[in-house]
């Protein structure tokens, strides 16, 4: 990937021309008009290109240009404003603001960009900000995902070292196969987090490997077991300010949870089998272990006569093998037609079938 061009210094006047000129002499996406973010708070203006990751911002009382990272941080109290060139664009905002009922976020569409305006800021708005350009026929418009910009955006508060939750407790369940989020969110990049067990009080190893810690994030369990089960919460200190989160109850579930349905391969004794005849059809997955994996069966004659069939696990080293057989004994011309398997995991269902053919019971041979 080319490296993104840089800005040079420029003094403030030259600025403010480059900025009204931008419009003009960059040519517009055909598709989307969407052409870019500024952010400002404080008298400090920043751009983000869509799609090419590129960011400046400037400091207008030194007059220099300096690269934005993935994160920027607004003293709780200022007003933020948000620019995002492009017509139109729609906005996403963390969850606490997305039921704003007080008029603090403000959101209008002008000609050319659109504007988030966010006054009286305070830690709990802290997260991330989105501007999604968007793609429009006649007046049928989506969201064009991949051309988001977005900035994750900390507001300091002296008073709150986390962003404030209705909940004392929150119920996360574990498994095996499926990451863990403790979304214990900092208002300020600077705080300390550590992660600690109520039962027994202590601090909890994070080694970036069993245990991650991001500070737009939270910690992050990625092979949870079940001895990380409990009652855990965070820990930030900054200066002499020290506070807790709200507690987790983690709580682990006796199963893998699946990467994917299954994939199930069924195989009949044989395609075509006489009247009188055994037949038996096996149904089979290949799973994680541990993972469940129920099993039904549709066959012809179903309302006439029941079949019996078989649950059989095999580990094979990593992997499970989860079959079931279903039994047919004596075949009668009722059991001619499409055997269905139905192989369900927590991640979903998926069919299989095979055709049974059933012949007329051979004539004994004259001797």
Do not use: F, M, R, W
């Given at each position: 990937m080319p490296e993104p061009p840089q800005l040079a210094p420029v003094n403030a006047e030259e600025q403010r021309l480059y900025s009204e000129l931008l419009p003009d002499v960059r040519a517009p996406h055909p598709i989307s008009k969407a052409e870019g973010t500024f952010i400002k708070h404080r008298g400090i203006i920043g751009t983000c290109s869509v799609g090419r990751c590129m960011c400046h911002i400037?400091?207008?009382n030194r007059r220099k240009f300096k690269k934005v990272s993935e994160t920027i941080s607004v003293p709780s109290g200022d007003t933020l404003e948000l620019r995002c060139r492009g017509k139109p664009v729609q906005w996403s905002v963390p969850p606490?603001?997305?039921e704003d009922h007080d008029g603090r976020l403000k959101i209008v569409q002008n000609e050319r960009y659109g504007v988030l305006t966010l006054v009286n800021t305070t830690g709990a708005d802290t997260g991330e900000y989105t501007c999604y350009p968007m793609y429009c026929e006649d007046t049928d418009c989506r969201k064009?995902?991949?051309?988001?910009?977005?900035v994750f955006i900390f507001f300091p508060d002296p008073q709150e070292l986390f962003v404030p939750s209705s909940e004392y407790y929150e119920v996360l369940q574990l498994r095996t196969n499926w990451p863990t989020v403790l979304p214990c969110q900092v208002t300020s990049p600077e705080a300390k987090v550590t992660l600690h067990r109520e039962f027994p009080p202590v601090e909890v190893a994070v080694d970036g490997t069993d245990i991650s810690f991001d500070v737009k994030r939270g910690f992050?369990?990625?092979r949870p077991r079940p001895h990380h089960a409990g009652s855990l919460y965070c820990v930030a200190?900054?200066?002499?300010?020290r506070q807790s989160s709200t507690k987790y109850m983690l709580i682990y579930v006796n199963c893998e949870y699946p990467m994917t349905p299954p994939?199930?391969?069924i195989q009949a004794s044989s395609s075509s089998v006489a009247v009188g005849e055994n037949l038996h059809i096996s149904c089979s997955v290949v799973g994680e272990q541990d993972v469940i994996v129920d099993f039904t069966w549709?066959?012809?004659g179903q309302q006439v006569r029941n079949r019996g069939w078989l649950l059989i696990k095999r580990k094979i080293k990593l992997w499970t093998r989860s079959?079931?057989?279903l039994l047919v004994d004596e075949v009668r011309d009722v059991d001619q037609g499409t055997y269905t398997c139905t192989a369900q995991n927590l991640q979903g269902a998926t069919s299989v079938s095979t055709s049974i053919n059933v012949l007329p019971k051979a004539k004994p041979k004259k001797p």
């Open positions: 400037q400091v207008l606490y603001l997305e064009e995902y991949d051309k988001a910009v977005k992050t369990i990625h200190g900054l200066g002499n300010l994939a199930p391969v549709e066959y012809p079959q079931s057989v």
